[in-house]
């Protein structure tokens, strides 16, 4: 294993990596089996953030929409019947991330393993 130039930023990148981690170009030398891979885990990592930001939103919410309140009480329940969705949707849709990768990792090995 050595380190090579990368094509895009021109920064160091194993050459058994998929992608530069830098810039996230892909490497020239894939066959289309890890292209897809490469595809795969970069759609898998936008839904991530997106559930991040709906479940950090939620905790901001709860923070931002009491922060100022004479009756914290009375906010925080007011405020927590709408950011308990989000925060519920982000943390239920990591999970669901988190299983979906888990599945493909194993499917992954099992065909190295067959190969």
Avoid at 72 to 95: C, H, M, N, P, T
Wanted: contains cysteine.
């Amino acid at each position: 294993m050595s380190l090579i130039a990368c094509n895009e930023c021109q920064g160091k990148v194993s050459d058994s990596a998929l992608a530069c981690p830098h810039c996230g170009c892909p490497l020239p030398n894939l066959n289309e089996e890890d292209k897809n891979e490469l595809k795969e885990k970069i759609e898998l990592s936008k839904y991530r953030t997106l559930c991040g930001f709906f479940f950090f939103g939620g905790i901001a919410w709860i923070y931002f929409g009491t922060v100022d309140a004479i009756d914290k009480d009375a906010a925080l329940s007011e405020v927590w019947q709408s950011a308990r969705w989000f925060i519920g949707i982000g943390f239920f849709g990591y999970l669901v991330g988190e299983f979906i990768n888990g599945i493909d990792d194993m499917k992954r090995k099992r065909k190295r393993k067959t190969h």
